[in-house]
């Protein structure tokens, strides 16, 4: 069995700074990258694009694709509604050009531009040091398609057909998938994360609505079904051979599966959900990259899912009480901010900075400039950092971004 790919979503979304030139897919299918690609179909009929990238990215796409294009831009197709996704549209887009896109669009722009200072504080910690202040996040205006997608669409241009496919168990609630029958090729966008034979991000910690597991498997099954024989990603490269195409999409099925399997057995055996997130694994067999989502994110997304953010472990957890608000209390009792801190360094240095932590973040919320508890905080963080050895970038993003914070905090008491 291969192991998942190696490849990094960091690498993946920077990759368009090296290209120089458009990428041929096929002869009649181009690539250019950015933060998401962009994919054009041409044909003497007109051409179609597939996602128009960011704003910035805008005028890089015409340049590259101009060599190449063979008739008028009769359509543009969006796959969901993340501005790396739309952002070049106002640019790119031709007089007479249809612009389509599933009906989950309006709801999606909706609930994002409602909450985009919110969102937009979150991305920049995790995203803002791989792609500078503001390149690639801009949030643009938000699509007018001419025609939306509920479930199924077919058009042709010419004598080249197309069919868009509704899957709202992507990474967006509008997610879309493009069909070209008589090529065997479908564009699965972000369906199946922007990492391929990742786990799937069914909750970012950017913070988004929870993507429904039952609805990814049956959206998986849905592009399975299809048989394609090259399958073109949002990320990377495209993916080449019936046969080896249906063994990935079954593992993906599959693992996925079996982590939700086991999280609904285990709900159902009264385990509890941290323990759960540790002890789920998936086999060998079913193995998956953890680049972008993790199989421990996963289990709480699912367990969140079916039931809620009410636990039953304890009366707190339908109060606006934080734990926060007993910390100088905690503190009084264990001899004050000196012991607690010295016993969380005596935990960083015994391999346990998870718990080091959870005793900082008491003294710290009590007495937000403690340098000793500061300096264990630095230590522990330092710990997991070098234990997540980088495969997943937004917990090693977290990480940087939580321990700079913390260093800049010490070093100016």
């Known amino acids: 069995m291969a192991t998942p790919p190696s490849l990094t979503l960091g690498t993946l979304v920077l990759g368009g700074e090296n290209q120089t030139s458009v990428i041929a897919v096929t002869d009649t299918i181009f690539l250019s990258q950015d933060v998401s690609n962009v994919y054009l179909v041409t044909s003497p009929a007109g051409d179609v694009l597939i996602n128009t990238g960011t704003v910035a990215g805008a005028r890089r796409h015409q340049d590259f694709f101009r060599p190449v294009r063979q008739g008028p831009l009769t359509h543009i197709i969006l796959t969901q509604g993340h501005p790396d996704h739309f952002g070049g549209l106002s640019a790119l887009?031709?007089?007479?050009?249809?612009?389509?896109?599933?009906?989950?669009?309006?709801?999606?722009?909706?609930?994002?531009?409602?909450?985009?200072?919110?969102?937009?504080?979150?991305?920049?910690?995790?995203?803002?040091?791989?792609?500078?202040?503001?390149?690639?996040?801009?949030?643009?205006?938000?699509?007018?398609?001419?025609?939306?997608?509920?479930?199924?669409?077919?058009?042709?241009?010419?004598?080249?057909?197309?069919?868009?496919?509704?899957?709202?168990?992507?990474?967006?609630?509008?997610s879309l998938v493009v069909w070209l029958p008589q090529e065997r090729t479908v564009f699965t966008g972000n369906l199946l994360g922007p990492v391929y034979l990742h786990m799937p991000n069914l909750y970012t910690l950017r913070g988004d609505k929870i993507r429904s597991v039952v609805q990814f498997l049956e959206d998986v099954e849905k592009v399975r079904s299809l048989e394609p024989e090259l399958l073109i990603t949002g990320h990377g490269e495209p993916?080449?051979?019936?046969?080896?195409?249906?063994?990935?999409?079954?593992?993906?099925?599959?693992?996925?599966?079996?982590?939700?399997?086991?999280?609904?057995?285990?709900?159902?055996?009264?385990?509890?959900?941290?323990?759960?997130?540790?002890?789920?694994?998936?086999?060998?067999?079913?193995?998956?990259?953890?680049?972008?989502?993790?199989?421990?994110?996963?289990?709480?997304?699912?367990?969140?899912?079916?039931a809620g953010w009410f636990r039953f472990e304890s009366t707190t957890e339908i109060y606006g009480v934080p734990p926060r608000a007993v910390a100088g209390d905690i503190l009084d009792l264990a001899g004050g901010p000196d012991s607690l801190a010295a016993?969380?360094?005596?935990?960083?240095?015994?391999?346990?900075?998870?718990?080091?932590?959870?005793?900082?973040?008491?003294?710290?919320a009590a007495q937000p400039d403690h340098r000793a508890s500061l300096r264990a905080k630095q230590g522990a963080l330092a710990a997991l950092l070098a234990a997540c050895e980088g495969n997943n970038l937004s917990e090693t993003m977290w990480l940087k971004a939580e321990l700079a914070a913390t260093q800049e905090r010490w070093e100016s008491q």
């Open 93 to 174: 887009k031709e007089t007479g050009t249809v612009v389509v896109a599933q009906r989950n669009l309006a709801r999606v722009r909706g609930y994002m531009n409602a909450l985009k200072p919110f969102y937009g504080r979150r991305t920049q910690k995790l995203w803002g040091p791989i792609l500078g202040e503001g390149h690639g996040l801009a949030n643009p205006e938000d699509p007018k398609p001419n025609q939306v997608v509920d479930h199924h669409l077919a058009f042709t241009v010419g004598t080249r057909q197309f069919e868009l496919l509704a899957t709202p168990g992507g990474e967006t609630l509008d």
């Open 239 to 306: 993916v080449r051979g019936a046969a080896r195409i249906q063994e990935d999409l079954i593992r993906l099925r599959d693992g996925v599966r079996h982590v939700y399997d086991a999280t609904i057995a285990g709900m159902n055996a009264g385990i509890d959900l941290f323990t759960l997130m540790n002890d789920i694994t998936l086999p060998p067999e079913l193995a998956l990259g953890e680049g972008h989502g993790k199989v421990s994110w996963a289990v709480r997304a699912i367990w969140e899912e079916h």
């Open 343 to 364: 016993r969380a360094q005596h935990l960083v240095d015994r391999g346990q900075a998870l718990k080091a932590l959870h005793l900082v973040d008491i003294s710290l």
